[in-house]
T-cell receptor, first 116, second 117 residues
Framework: EDKVVQSPLSLVVHEGDTVTLNCSYE??????LLWYKQEKKAPTFLFML????IEKKSGRLSSILDKKELFSILNITATQTGDSAIYLC????????????????FGQGTILTVHP | NAGVTQTPKFQVLKTGQSMTLQCAQD?????MYWYRQDPGMGLRLIYY???????DKGEVPNGYNVSRLNKREFSLRLESAAPSQTSVYFC????????????????FGPGTRLTVL
């Protein structure tokens, strides 16, 4: 059974702190790993990673994938109250024939709360 | 260009009632998905449709049916609602059948919050 596990499940920090969110996976045929941020409504896309060791960056957020050890981390530096959200990790699994139909298996999410 | 839209936004049902959640996208996407989100569970795939005219079960299909009415619309039906189906439901879509790049990732609708009493 394909499994994606995130840790911690919740995290409370103060503005300016740096946080590291973890995502580990056990899947049959990995194709890509994605990070989403979810505030009050729908998840919004942050990063897509397909190769090990290549760090993706967007401002204060960065993410790296380790395909050997089967995990990814999402780093947020100099956190702000606007970073408070649920962060979701998802894995795209490749099916027979090379397609995935875009199917994603999600982890439980990490609830990040940033206090002023 | 409204992206992915869902109706209704909120719904309260009694056990045993039926209802249909509607989803539409105006991005000419081929693949569409229905997820449910429960506290501490992330998003779980209910059904998906890789193309118009096809549907397949996801991780948690029991108690649900779907219809891919045309390329734009993908509806989710609860025939006999149960309290265990209380959840937030998200519809999503992608342009193809693979996530080729960061621009091909799933676009989500705003969600429907369903309560079954």
């Amino acid at each position: 059974e394909d499994k994606v596990v995130q840790s911690p499940l919740s995290l409370v920090v103060h503005e300016g702190d740096t946080v590291t969110l973890n995502c580990s996976y056990e899947v049959t045929n990995f194709r890509s790993l994605l990070w989403y941020k979810q505030e009050k409504k729908a998840p919004t896309f942050l990063f897509m990673l397909t190769s090990s060791g290549i760090e993706k960056k967007s401002g204060r957020l960065s993410s790296i994938l380790d395909k050997k050890e089967l995990f990814s981390i999402l780093n947020i530096t100099a956190t702000q109250t606007g970073d408070s959200a649920i962060y979701l990790c998802a894995v795209e699994i490749q099916l027979a024939g090379g397609t995935s139909y875009g199917k994603l298996t999600f982890g439980q999410g990490t609830i990040l709360t940033v206090h002023p | 260009n409204a992206g992915v839209t869902q109706t209704p936004k909120f719904q309260v049902l009694k056990t045993g009632q039926s209802m249909t959640l509607q989803c539409a996208q105006d991005m000419n996407h081929n693949s569409m998905y229905w997820y449910r989100q429960d506290p501490g569970m992330g998003l779980r795939l209910i059904y998906y449709s890789a193309s118009e005219g096809t549907t397949d079960k996801g991780e948690v299909p029991n108690g649900y049916n779907v219809s891919r009415l045309n390329k734009r619309e993908f509806s989710l039906r609860l025939e006999s609602a149960a309290p265990s189906q209380t959840s937030v439901y998200f519809c999503a879509s992608i342009i193809g059948q693979l996530l080729r790049s960061s621009t091909d990732t799933q676009y989500f609708g705003p969600g429907t919050r369903l309560t079954v009493l």
